[in-house]
C-alpha cells in the first residue's frame, strides 16, 4: 500500500460544474499538505498549501484538511476548461528534508 | 525568465549509453530536488541537495544513477547504462530553506530509452 493514495480517474465535468478531488495517506507524520496543477509536458506548479485541519480558501479553490481521518480534498468552484490538467496531491513529514510524496494524479478534463 | 530551467528538455537514447541531465535552479535557492515521474504516476523522490552536500538519496537511485551540485549552484544528474525502465520524466525542483517553502518545478526532462 501507497502511502499517499488518490482517487483514480480519469475525470470529466461539464464547465461550471462543482469539482471535488480527494487523497488520502497512512503515515500521521505527513504534516504539510499540498495540490499542484501538472499541464501536459510541463513541470507541477503549486494550487494550494496547508498545514492545520480545516479549509482554506484561494479563489475557486478549497483546501481541505482532515488530520483525523488523514485526508485531504480540494474542490474547484465553477470549473473552466482551462482548470484541465492533472491534478496531484503532496506532503511532506516533519524532518523528511521537505521532501514530496505525491499521489498519483487525477486527470480533469473540463468541457466546454 | 527566472524560474528553474531544464536541459535537455527531451533526449531518446539507446540502451546501455550514458545520459547527463542538468538543472538550474532559481538563483536564490539552496535546497534542490530530483524527482523520476512515470506515465500515469506521480513525481518520486530522487535525491536533495542543500548547496553542494546531498543531503538524501532514494532507494530508487541505484549506482548507475549519480548526481552532483558543484558550487552548490546547478545540478547534474548522470544515468550510466541506461535501460528500458529508466524511461520517464526526470523533474528537478528548488526551494529556499526554512520548515517549508514551495518547491518550484521546471518543465523536465523526458528520457526515453530504446
Known sequence: ?112 | DTGVSQNPRHKITKRGQNVTFRCDPISEHNRLYWYRQTLGQGPEFLTYFQNEAQLEKSRLLSDRFSAERPKGSFSTLEIQRTEQGDSAMYLCASSGAGLYNEQFFGPGTRLTVL
Not at chain 1, 14 to 36: D, H, K, R
Not at chain 1, 39 to 53: D, F, I, N, V
Not at chain 1, 90 to 101: E, F, P, W, Y
Open chain 1, 1 to 112: 500500500q501507497k502511502e499517499v493514495e488518490q482517487d483514480p480517474g480519469p475525470l470529466s465535468v461539464p464547465e461550471g460544474a462543482i469539482v471535488s478531488l480527494n487523497c488520502t495517506y497512512s503515515n500521521s507524520a505527513f504534516q504539510y499538505f499540498m495540490w499542484y496543477r501538472q499541464y501536459s509536458r510541463k513541470g507541477p506548479e503549486l494550487l494550494m498549501y496547508t498545514y492545520s485541519s480545516g479549509n482554506k480558501e484561494d479563489g475557486r479553490f478549497t483546501a481541505q484538511v482532515d488530520k483525523s481521518s488523514k485526508y485531504i480534498s480540494l474542490f474547484i468552484r465553477d470549473s473552466q476548461p482551462s482548470d484541465s490538467a492533472t491534478y496531484l496531491c503532496a506532503m511532506i513529514r516533519t524532518g523528511a528534508n521537505s521532501k514530496l510524496t505525491f499521489g498519483k494524479g487525477i486527470t480533469l478534463s473540463v468541457r466546454p
